[in-house]
DNA sequence: TATATAATCTACTAAATATATAGATTATAT
DNA sequence: ATATAATCTATATATTTAGTAGATTATATA
């Protein structure tokens, strides 16, 4: 399962994504309100989702946060890296959190590692090859 | 991520597997201290997959935990839902574990929901097409 | 029938994670 | 100067995860 955070972060990134070719900015409350997202954690998601590149902001007056890049360069693998970590089932099929599960002998003959390759490829596969404009133009089937 | 207890539970299913012809029952120390698994605990989760049908098991001297049906017969899938629960990423694609997302409005225009889709149906696709056979059986090359 | 064995049951505990909330501070446009 | 809106700091609470301790029950066998 992923994250309550994860999916809000997915959503609010939905928000600026419509709102990309206007190029304005989009205040954190307005945000809030239209995906009910409480408005304290959604500050804290967004001000993540910025320091890891994917938004910009803009304190004050007509302020509030934009996309950084056009969203069909932003992919759900990388929001949900941001937010939730690992997409592998297991710490030893990892690509980007790679580290030895802590319970195992040996990678090379561990029985239950292979399957979760496979798990980590087919979700990845999926994840990589989605972007945020793919979410919202739900009918253009991606892949 | 699955949990420690998933893979505790999935390697002394591995253990029960090459065992299953000789027909005997293997203790839960023996188990425990062939994986590695803290004994008390293996305990809880042997209990739980007998309780759910996957084992047998067989009270003192000469008793001790058998696989109750074949190896082959028995799917990863089957077992990651007794001890961890949904396999989707969300409980509006759960197959087996359904349930309105508390933070959703609605499942026809939630956006993110398609791709939790497909993500479910790739990893049920291999969970549910791998046995504990499989597992034991690395080579053989299932699907 | 007594005994050792091995699973089962009941009841905790500690640490980490998830899901938030409150209030002060800083930057900026007007 | 002022209002605005993001940012920072500090908690709070509930749930889940991972585990431990000790008593109880069922069973084979001597």
Redesign the pocket.
């Known amino acids: 399962m992923i994250?309550?955070?994860a999916k809000y972060a997915l959503k609010a990134l939905k928000v600026l994504t419509k709102k990309f070719e206007a190029n304005e900015?989009?205040?954190?409350?307005d945000i809030a309100v239209e995906e009910k997202i409480?408005?304290?954690?959604l500050?804290?998601i967004?001000?993540e989702l910025?320091n890891q590149g994917i938004l910009k902001?803009?304190?004050?007056?007509?302020?509030?946060?934009l996309l950084r890049t056009p969203p069909n360069e932003v992919s759900v693998a990388k929001v949900l890296r941001i937010i939730?970590g690992p997409i592998a089932p297991t710490p030893c099929v990892s690509v980007n959190f790679y580290g030895k599960c802590d319970d195992c002998e040996s990678e090379e003959t561990c029985s239950i590692r292979p399957i979760m390759l496979k798990i980590r490829n087919a979700s990845l596969e999926i994840y990589e090859n989605t972007s945020l404009l793919d979410l919202v133009l739900k009918d253009t089937i991606p892949l």
Chains 1, 2 share one sequence.
Do not use: C, H, M, V
């Open positions: 994250s309550k955070k900015p989009t205040l954190i409350s409480p408005k304290k954690f500050e804290a967004l001000l910025r902001s803009q304190k004050g007056k007509g302020g509030g946060y939730d």
